[in-house]
Nanobody, 126 residues
Framework: QVQLVESGGGLVQAGGSLRLSCAAS????????MGWFRQAPGKEREFVAAISWSGGSTYYADSVKGRFTISGDNAKNTVYLQMNSLKPEDTAVYYC???????????????????WGQGTQVTVSS
């Protein structure tokens, strides 16, 4: 059974940093991509960042480019999201997603991913 478990969320002041982790178990996600999405209250789930397991290539939503960094540790089957210069508008539940396509067109669509974590809350105060 595949499981994705996120951790690292919390409350931080604007300008601060957080590092999210997503540990995958149940199979090895050595192919395809893993991604991070977020969902704020009353809004649709939106793409944040994705990484290709095979080559480590990455791409980001424009809203987080230059502030967030996605990385992965194949040996630990874990993906990370380092979030710097956080803004109140970054407040959301952040979800890890696995088994998606590394494609800048369809890879930003939540439905393209096969597995999801339970989410971790990130709250940025002004």
């Amino acid at each position: 059974q595949v499981q994705l478990v996120e951790s690292g969320g919390g409350l931080v002041q604007a300008g601060g940093s957080l590092r999210l982790s997503c540990a995958a178990s149940g199979r090895t996600f050595s192919s395809y991509a893993m991604g991070w999405f977020r969902q704020a209250p009353g809004k649709e789930r939106e793409f944040v960042a994705a990484i290709s397991w095979s080559g480590g290539s990455t791409y980001y939503a424009d809203s987080v480019k230059g502030r967030f960094t996605i990385s992965g540790d194949n040996a630990k089957n874990t993906v990370y999201l380092q979030m710097n210069s956080l803004k109140p508008e970054d407040t959301a539940v952040y979800y890890c997603a696995a088994d998606g396509p590394f494609d800048r067109t369809v890879g930003v669509i939540a439905g393209s991913y096969g597995y999801w974590g339970q989410g971790t809350q990130v709250t940025v105060s002004s």
